[in-house]
Every structure is written in structure tokens, then in C-alpha cells.
């Protein structure tokens, strides 16, 4: 027993007949095949990268997943990775504090964020699935997911070498360019903010209470700064040169977030930066009863407060234990068609909330 529920070894669990083919070794491919394993399902998971990222991307895991998480058996060694988040404070110009937000007053069993860099994320993922003796297949490509009288007909490619299988169910976790959402005829829908954004990994010189988030506003932009794990920071900021593509230097990320912040924050061993835009786009259609698209091939959002990241593992969570009843005759094909209402209300609840914010 592991955070009240029972975990399933598939060392010890029965086979399945039906293949389930996983698209992708995000935060969403790796807890799909998590959850699959532990409700009894062995699935196969492809990736076309041949290694591992490192980079910070999405880190804040909200108190709901911390839940999600802790039902799943998987709790600890997040809590052990991450710097916790029990504070978020507003400040203006020259650090003036503007507001503070307590998480410890929301209740619930874990009342913080969780902040770890997303490649640190996925490596607790893939090491509990190794240690449940799943390997995942890295310079694997999907280059077709197309019908077929027996279920999907999936061409792999790793590199000179083809495969064609045929798979009951294909979970679509592989990004903003999935191919699985491409096989469906879907496409991401919406419209794309004003302005460009930096997101960076790196250290800083400013002083800041322990397992605070800051939030620096003033006249020309914000900067958003989030502990890590190792005395790193991620860092929000917007640009003043929304038409430039390039990235900055030190010295520029330095000088644009202290002009933020109205304070020299000592920005140094920059780790990673990475420039983007910010989007509110969904597909019209999750699923179609065999292809299920995961996390960003199916919405893109705000990565602000890690919006991305915890919608793509509760997608996770909802499709893995509704397609296990199913693969394991405890349930009708039926059920499945909720993963696409119950997510795409959570959609539509999001974008809601985001049209609120962008008006405000």
C-alpha cells in the first residue's frame, strides 16, 4: 500500500492482449505509462529523441496533483526532489510589496507547489517505470497512425529500421507537433497573445524568504522569479524586443530583468533560455475512440504557474484507469468517450479563466 491505495507490480500482473502504444516521453506519456502499469496494463512507449532533454521547462506541480500524485503511490520522491512553494508575493518597482499569497491557507494534504525542473520530473517518472521493468524506446519515430480493421496501424521508424504494428489504442503525448493529433485530422485552435516572452534557468543575487515565489510588476513588464532545487531560479520576463528571435546574453537577460524589478538581481550561471510565445489553443476533438491526445497535442496554454504541465498529468490520470477497466473487460468501450468530455471541460474552464486574466 502506497499513499492509501493499493499498487500493481506488472512484474506480477497479467498480460493484456490489446497493445496500448504511448507517443512520447513528456510529464504525460510518462505518468500515462505509469498509471497504465499500476492498474495492470503494460503499455509500449516510443520516443524520437535518443535521449533524455535537461532542460527546467515546466516546474511548479499544483496541490491537486501533489494528490493525484500520492494516490498514484509516487509521492515521496517529489516531495524530496522539490522546493516547496508556501508564499507568493507581488512586488513593484525597487522589491515594494504589493500583495502575498499564503498557500498554506487552501487546505487540503499538500497546501504548496512542488518546484523541480521538468527534466528532473521525468526522471523520477522513467526510473519508476524502470524499476517496474518498462524500457522506453528512445530514436523510435511514429511516422504513420492510420486505421484499420484490427484497431491502428502504427509504421515505426528507428533509424534504418521500419515496423508496422497494429495497436488497440494510441495515446498522442508528443507535443505541439504530435502526430497522432496530425493522424486524427485535429488541430490546435485558438489565438496567440501579443508580445514575447524569456524563459531562463539560472541563479540570482537578490535575497528572498525561503519557499517564496516572486512576482516583480512594474510600468514597462513583469518578471516572475521560482526557487529550484540547487539555489536556481526560473525565470518569466517579458521582452521588449517582441520582433527579435534571438536570445539574449547574460549581461542582456541581466540588464532587461533589473530595468523589470528596478534592482540589479545578480542573474548568473545561466543554465538555459529559451524564447516563446503564449498561446490559448485546443483541439476540437480529444479523441476519437482509438487515438487520445495527451498535454500539449491537445491544448496549448500559459506556462505561468505550470498550467501545461499539471493539465497534461491529470489527462493522464483520467485516460490510464478508464482504459484499464476497459482492456481488462471491467468496464464498456463506452466509458472511454469521457476522457474527451470531462478534459475538454477542464479546457473550457481554463480558457475561461485565461480570456478573465488577459482582459484584466
Given at each position: 500500500?502506497?499513499?492509501?491505495?493499493?499498487v500493481?507490480d506488472?512484474?506480477q500482473a497479467?498480460?493484456?492482449?490489446?497493445?496500448?502504444?504511448i507517443?512520447?516521453?513528456?510529464?504525460?506519456?510518462l505518468?500515462?505509462?505509469?498509471?497504465?502499469?499500476?492498474h495492470?496494463?503494460?503499455?509500449?512507449?516510443?520516443?524520437?529523441?535518443l535521449?533524455?532533454?535537461?532542460?527546467a521547462?515546466?516546474?511548479?506541480l499544483?496541490?491537486a496533483?501533489?494528490?493525484?500524485?500520492?494516490r498514484?503511490?509516487?509521492?515521496d520522491?517529489?516531495?524530496?526532489?522539490?522546493?516547496?512553494i508556501?508564499?507568493?508575493?507581488?512586488?513593484?518597482p525597487?522589491?515594494r510589496?504589493?500583495?502575498?499569497?499564503?498557500l498554506?491557507?487552501?487546505?487540503?494534504?499538500?497546501?504548496?507547489?512542488?518546484?523541480?525542473?521538468q527534466?528532473?520530473?521525468?526522471?523520477i517518472l522513467?526510473?519508476?517505470l524502470?524499476?517496474?521493468?518498462l524500457?522506453?524506446?528512445f530514436?523510435t519515430?511514429?511516422?504513420?497512425v492510420?486505421?484499420?480493421?484490427?484497431?491502428l496501424r502504427?509504421t515505426?521508424?528507428a533509424?534504418d529500421?521500419?515496423e508496422?504494428?497494429?495497436a488497440?489504442y494510441?495515446?498522442g503525448?508528443?507535443?505541439?507537433?504530435?502526430?497522432t493529433?496530425?493522424?486524427?485530422?485535429?488541430?490546435?485552435?485558438?489565438?496567440?497573445?501579443?508580445?514575447?516572452y524569456?524563459?531562463?534557468?539560472?541563479?540570482?543575487?537578490?535575497?528572498?524568504p525561503?519557499?517564496?515565489?516572486?512576482?516583480?510588476?512594474?510600468?514597462?513588464?513583469f518578471g516572475?522569479?521560482?526557487?529550484?532545487p540547487?539555489?536556481?531560479w526560473?525565470?518569466?520576463?517579458?521582452?521588449?524586443?517582441t520582433a527579435?528571435s534571438?536570445?539574449?546574453t547574460?549581461a542582456?537577460?541581466?540588464?532587461l530583468?533589473?530595468?523589470?524589478?528596478?534592482?540589479?538581481?545578480?542573474?548568473?550561471?545561466?543554465r538555459?533560455?529559451?524564447d516563446f510565445?503564449?498561446?490559448?489553443?485546443?483541439v476540437?476533438?480529444?479523441?476519437?475512440?482509438?487515438?487520445?491526445?495527451?498535454?500539449?497535442?491537445?491544448h496549448?496554454s500559459?506556462p505561468l504557474?505550470?498550467?501545461g504541465l499539471?493539465?497534461?498529468?491529470?489527462?493522464?490520470?483520467?485516460?490510464?484507469?478508464?482504459?484499464?477497466?476497459?482492456l481488462r473487460?471491467?468496464?464498456?468501450?463506452s466509458?472511454l468517450t469521457s476522457?474527451?468530455?470531462e478534459?475538454?471541460?477542464?479546457?473550457q474552464?481554463?480558457s475561461?479563466?485565461?480570456?478573465?486574466c488577459?482582459?484584466?
Amino acid at each position: 500500500m502506497r499513499g492509501g491505495q493499493r499498487v500493481v507490480d506488472f512484474r506480477q500482473a497479467d498480460a493484456t492482449a490489446a497493445t496500448v502504444l504511448i507517443v512520447g516521453t513528456g510529464p504525460a506519456g510518462l505518468f500515462a505509462a505509469c498509471e497504465l502499469l499500476r492498474h495492470g496494463v503494460r503499455p509500449r512507449v516510443v520516443e524520437r529523441r535518443l535521449e533524455p532533454h535537461h532542460q527546467a521547462r515546466g516546474t511548479a506541480l499544483q496541490p491537486a496533483v501533489l494528490e493525484m500524485l500520492d494516490r498514484a503511490g509516487l509521492i515521496d520522491p517529489f516531495l524530496q526532489a522539490s522546493v516547496h512553494i508556501r508564499h507568493l508575493h507581488v512586488l513593484g518597482p525597487g522589491l515594494r510589496e504589493l500583495a502575498t499569497t499564503n498557500l498554506g491557507e487552501i487546505g487540503g494534504a499538500y497546501p504548496f507547489q512542488c518546484s523541480l525542473p521538468q527534466w528532473l520530473t521525468e526522471t523520477i517518472l522513467r526510473e519508476h517505470l524502470a524499476s517496474l521493468g518498462l524500457a522506453i524506446e528512445f530514436g523510435t519515430e511514429v511516422i504513420s497512425v492510420e486505421d484499420d480493421p484490427a484497431g491502428l496501424r502504427v509504421t515505426l521508424k528507428a533509424g534504418d529500421r521500419t515496423e508496422e504494428l497494429t495497436a488497440s489504442y494510441v495515446l498522442g503525448a508528443g507535443g505541439g507537433h504530435s502526430v497522432t493529433r496530425h493522424a486524427m485530422q485535429e488541430h490546435l485552435v485558438g489565438e496567440t497573445y501579443d508580445g514575447r516572452y524569456l524563459v531562463a534557468d539560472a541563479k540570482l543575487g537578490m535575497s528572498c524568504p525561503p519557499e517564496c515565489g516572486r512576482i516583480i510588476v512594474g510600468p514597462t513588464g513583469f518578471g516572475l522569479f521560482s526557487p529550484l532545487p540547487d539555489g536556481r531560479w526560473l525565470i518569466f520576463v517579458n521582452r521588449d524586443d517582441t520582433a527579435a528571435s534571438e536570445l539574449p546574453t547574460v549581461a542582456e537577460l541581466s540588464a532587461l530583468l533589473n530595468r523589470r524589478a528596478g534592482t540589479d538581481v545578480g542573474v548568473h550561471d545561466l543554465r538555459w533560455v529559451s524564447d516563446f510565445q503564449m498561446h490559448m489553443r485546443l483541439v476540437e476533438r480529444l479523441s476519437d475512440g482509438r487515438r487520445f491526445l495527451l498535454g500539449d497535442a491537445a491544448h496549448l496554454s500559459s506556462p505561468l504557474g505550470g498550467e501545461g504541465l499539471n493539465a497534461a498529468l491529470l489527462d493522464a490520470a483520467d485516460i490510464a484507469w478508464k482504459l484499464a477497466l476497459v482492456l481488462r473487460g471491467a468496464a464498456s468501450p463506452s466509458l472511454l468517450t469521457s476522457y474527451a468530455i470531462e478534459r475538454g471541460i477542464a479546457d473550457q474552464m481554463c480558457s475561461k479563466y485565461r480570456t478573465r486574466c488577459t482582459a484584466w
